[in-house]
């Protein structure tokens, strides 16, 4: 029996939902609750640019996926709760530099604990090979909606 688009859809609803909901819980549990964007932080603290420390909101903002203007309140909203601190950057003073404090640093941890317990959760039961095969086809349901290839998105997740 063929499955229908509208199936599809609403499994793919339901999982992102059920994704995001898993992520919460995880975060509250370990204190992160009030983290708007943990991904933000993550990639504040991996990013490996010339100036590791300095991100313009636009490029965080097609990072995430997100509006400047969602970054823009992230950061205000991180900055509040003392997970990072703004400073003039040092090449270039009207760009600023988003920089992780102890605790930002702290709560990174803490996200990528979220992340791998909600990942171990969800893929329970799943054989190695299943897993394998699972993150190959929804690389090309990736690249078939960013209209590329396999080979470039492939290229975009390496280190």
Known sequence: MPISSNQMELLNQRLHQAHRTAVAA???ARGLGEIGHPMLLTILKS???EDPECHAQRDLAELLHISPAAVANSLKSLEKGGYIHREPGARDARRNRVVLTDKGRQAVDGCQDAFEAVS????????????????SLRRRMLANLQNGTLDQLQAKEEP
């Not at 090979?129 to 993150?135: D, K, M, S």
């Open 26 to 28: 995880e975060l509250s």
């Open 47 to 49: 990013s490996r640019s």
């Open 120 to 135: 171990r959760r969800m893929l329970a039961g799943f054989t190695q090979e299943e897993r394998a095969q699972l993150l």
